[in-house]
């Protein structure tokens, strides 16, 4: 694992980032996390939604704290009703897959994450109490999120 607060150990300047493959995932981990933290600009819900993570294939697995979405598609939809973030890399793994086509690699990547405390989701949403009209006088009123 690497941690980014080490000095790293390869030569700088231009040839350096073609001998350290490492310099590649940290810069897509950037990358990543620009659209993840990228605020909602009034376009249409559908396209600010496919816009979390376009680097991404359809078929990319993405799994968080041991939660893992069968598609970028699910990932997305959660993704866009939560508040705004900022995320900041602490630390990586990448892991080289041996495949004979493209280059595929593993990540593992911890951030540190920081949620907007307004109460708000990225649409501007609220997840206000509100009580459900009940016909049935005798039993008392359920809340639900709405």
């Given at each position: ?24 995932v ?8 620009e659209t993840?933290?990228?605020?909602y ?18 078929q ?76 049935n006088?005798?039993?008392p ?6």
């Amino acid at each position: 694992m690497q941690n980014l607060r080490m000095t790293p150990q390869y030569p700088t300047g231009p040839q350096s980032q073609a001998q350290d493959p490492d310099m590649k995932v940290e810069e897509f981990l950037r990358t990543i996390t620009e659209t993840l933290d990228s605020p909602y600009r009034n376009e249409a819900a559908d396209y600010y939604k496919s816009m979390i993570l376009p680097q991404l294939l359809p078929q990319s697995r993405i799994i968080i704290n041991g939660q893992p979405f069968g598609s970028k598609a699910q990932f997305q939809e959660l993704w866009s009703t939560l508040p705004a973030t900022q995320h900041q890399i602490t630390s990586f793994d990448a892991h080289l897959l041996p495949t004979p086509e493209e280059r595929q690699y593993i990540v593992l990547a911890h951030f540190k994450v920081r949620f907007d405390e307004s109460g708000k989701n990225r649409f501007g949403q609220t997840a206000d109490v509100l009580p459900i009209p009940d016909n049935n006088l005798n039993r008392p009123t359920r809340l639900t999120t709405g």
